[in-house]
C-alpha cells in the first residue's frame, strides 16, 4: 500500500506534533500547580487530609485516598514465626530468565514451550519535526 493512500497529510503531522508538545507544557504546568495546591492545603487543612477551599468562583477539593498492604517479607517472615502458614500464599510463576537461558543451552527446546508463551503488543505513535 503507498503512502497517498493512507490519508496521512503533512499537516495532520504537524498538528499532532504541535498539540502533544503543548500537552506536555500543560501536564507540566498542571503538576506544577498540583503542587502548589497540595502544598496549601498541607498548611490548611493539614498533611494527607482531606479539605476545600473556595476562591472566587472555584472550590479546590483535595481527597485523600488510602491505601495499605502487608510487606512480603517481614509478614511472611513473623507468619512462619507464628506457625500460620496457612496465611502465606505460594504463587508458582514460571522464571522467564530461567526458561530463556535453558533455552539458549539445549536444555529445553523451544517447541516444548511452543503453546505457552504469550505475545502482546502495545502500539505507540512518535512524531518528529525533520
Sequence with gaps: MSVENLLISEEMLARYYDLNKMKKEIEAEM??????????MDQYAGANQKGEITEGRYKLLRQIRKSEKFSDKETVARLEKLQMDDLIK??????????????????????DLEDCRITSYSPAIAVKKL
Design 31 to 40: 503538576n506544577q500547580l498540583k503542587s502548589s495546591f497540595h502544598a496549601c
Design 90 to 111: 505460594v504463587v508458582e510463576k514460571p522464571d522467564d530468565g530461567k526458561i530463556n537461558a535453558a533455552i539458549e543451552l539445549g536444555l529445553l527446546a523451544e517447541a
